[in-house]
Structure formats: structure tokens, C-alpha cells
T-cell receptor, first 113, second 117 residues
């Protein structure tokens, strides 16, 4: 069965520090992978997506993610976190057939000064 | 602003009641998705419509139903409401159904916060 796991429920980092949010997926075929961010009281905004090709994907707001098929992972990274990055982050896997997206349970990011 | 609009922003109602949530997708998008986000369940896919037809069903209760109209807006109907139905309900749209092409990103609306008292 398809699923997405985000092992870290909550992460706290200092402003300016590097960030890595973990995402592992279970999918029977070639996955399409997404990272979304949700600020408080807002909808979800797409940060980046991976379909094929280069396994290192660049997104908006200075985020990047690396697809590692051998580890079934798609971790999100940012070299230097800003206070405005505090939000909830969701990893999702989409289909190359069928129509359902599967979201992880999210990682809440707190940024301290 | 994603271009997806949802009304109302907030809804407070009582148990046993029925409510309708409305979603207008981005201009030109044919697919509409509904999600429920609650503290204990996370983001749950409910149902997807494409150009007026149901395409996929997720964890949608029998008390819930949805439809997509010819102008492509969609409504999610929730009936016999229970306390546990209190959640954020998101609508998302995408330009074409996943599966016929590469997976397409979904554009999310701001959500409707439903509180059942």
C-alpha cells in the first residue's frame, strides 16, 4: 500500500542553522514526490516536486530536496533557515497512475532567534 | 494566492446538522480534490472530481457527499454532523487528472474551518 512517513513530528532549529526534514515513502511504482508548506491559518503551498531526472530538486524559498530511490526517501533541506520558515511541512506522493495523493502527517518547524 | 477559493472561511454548527462547503477551482483546472485536516488524523484525502465526474474516493464517510457542477465549482455536503467532524476542509485543483500524464501538483484553497458543537 502507498504511504508516506514523516518521522519527525516537531523540529526546532535556530535561525540561520541548516534544516533537514525527513520523508520516507512506500509506493509500488515510480513515485511523484512533493513537498508542501502550510503556514498557520493558510492552505498548502507547493515548495517543490520531483517527477524524474535529476534527483536533486530545487524549489521556492531556498528549499531543495533529494530523491533517493535506494532509501525510499525524499528529504527536504535548507542551508540557512529564516524565522519566516516556521510552518508545517508536508511530504506527499502522487501517482503515475490513478488519482490519489498520499500525504504524510506533517512536521511542525519552530525557528528560534 | 493559489487561485482556488473556498467559502465560507468558518462555519459553526450543531451536531446532527447538515452543511455545504463550496470550492471554486483555478481558472481552467478540471480536477477538484477535497481533503479533511484534523489534529488526530492529519490530512486525509476525501474525494476527487474531474470535469463533473467522480474519479477517486478516499476516506470519505457515507454521511459526506460531493459533486462538481458544469461550471467546475464543487460542493462538499456533510450531513448528520458529529463532534468528530470538526476539522479544516481543503479543496485543491489541478489542470488534468493524475494518471494520464505526469503527476500534477495540486493548488490548495485556504480551507473552511468547520466547528461542530
Amino acid at each position: 500500500a502507498q504511504s508516506v512517513t514523516q518521522p519527525d513530528i516537531h523540529i526546532t532549529v535556530s535561525e540561520g542553522a541548516s534544516l533537514e526534514l525527513r520523508c520516507n515513502y512506500s509506493y509500488g511504482a515510480t513515485p511523484y514526490l512533493f513537498w508542501y508548506v502550510q503556514s498557520p491559518g493558510q492552505g498548502l503551498q507547493l515548495l517543490l516536486k520531483y517527477f524524474s531526472g535529476d534527483t536533486l530538486v530545487q524549489g521556492i524559498k531556498g528549499f531543495e530536496a533529494e530523491f533517493k530511490r535506494s532509501q525510499s526517501s525524499f528529504n527536504l533541506r535548507k542551508p540557512s533557515v529564516h524565522w519566516s520558515d516556521a510552518a508545517e511541512y508536508f511530504c506527499a506522493v502522487g501517482p503515475n497512475t490513478g488519482n490519489q495523493f498520499y500525504f504524510g502527517t506533517g512536521t511542525s518547524l519552530t525557528v528560534i532567534p | 494566492d493559489s487561485g482556488v477559493t473556498q467559502t465560507p472561511k468558518h462555519l459553526i454548527t450543531a451536531t446532527g446538522q447538515r452543511v455545504t462547503l463550496r470550492c471554486s477551482p483555478r481558472s481552467g483546472d478540471l480536477s477538484v480534490y477535497w481533503y479533511q485536516q484534523s489534529l488526530d488524523q492529519g490530512l486525509q484525502f476525501l474525494i476527487q472530481y474531474y470535469n463533473g465526474e467522480e474519479r477517486a474516493k478516499g476516506n470519505i464517510l457515507e454521511r459526506f457527499s460531493a459533486q462538481q457542477f458544469p461550471d467546475l465549482h464543487s460542493e462538499l455536503n456533510l450531513s448528520s454532523l458529529e463532534l468528530g467532524d470538526s476539522a479544516l476542509y481543503f479543496c485543491a485543483s489541478s489542470p488534468k487528472p493524475s494518471g494520464r500524464a505526469r503527476g500534477d501538483e495540486q493548488f490548495f484553497g485556504p480551507g473552511t474551518r468547520l466547528t461542530v458543537l
